[in-house]
């Protein structure tokens, strides 16, 4: 079934899809407090993870980011996956949110500032707690050490310039 304006289609419904010419705008307006949903429903329930639903961005024909509802272990967990295509290999997995609430980026993270446990705005990495690190660290600054409690060090220590120890008694 086509449904046109003026001549120009704006609506086709076909036996397994509905095709929409221009914008779809989802409007409830009923109340002070009404939001609006789009509900895609789809099937998995063969007790395999996959995707059962998706929203697919495409430009110019060639579909370029898509958003996915994946199952996670159980039919009634979800992840949500962001993929984008490099024109070239076809999609990638950029960012997985899981039904455990974890995110897990593919690549590097970028940004102006990464805080865990708390913010501090004088600091691009902040932690409020205690970090492991297993491997080299490079500090390619001064290294502050202002929490007055005893630093520990195994292994040896290097000094390239002079070592001032002062007794604190």
């Known amino acids: 079934q086509v449904y046109q304006i003026a001549g120009t289609e704006k609506f086709r419904i076909a036996s397994s899809t509905a095709t929409f010419a221009g914008s779809v705008t989802l409007v409830n307006e ?22 059962f639903g998706e929203i697919i961005f495409s430009n110019n024909n060639d579909s370029v980011v898509k958003i996915s509802s994946v199952r996670d272990t159980a039919d009634n967990k979800g992840a949500l996956q962001f993929a984008t295509q490099n024109g070239a290999s076809g999609f990638g997995t950029a960012l997985t949110l ?13 940004a102006a500032g990464v805080y865990v ?19 080299a660290v490079t500090v390619d600054a001064a290294f502050t050490q202002s929490g007055g409690a005893a630093s520990t060090f195994s292994g040896d220590l290097s000094v390239e310039d002079n070592l001032y120890l002062t007794d604190a008694g």
């Open 117 to 135: 446990g708390a913010t501090n705005a004088s600091f691009d990495f902040y932690n409020n707690g205690t970090s492991y690190f297993n491997g």
């Open 98 to 110: 899981d039904s455990s609430q974890n995110a897990t980026f593919a690549g590097d993270l970028q």
């Open 30 to 51: 009923a109340t002070t407090t009404s939001s609006s949903e789009l509900f895609i429903k789809g099937k998995r329930t063969d007790g395999s993870d996959g995707v």
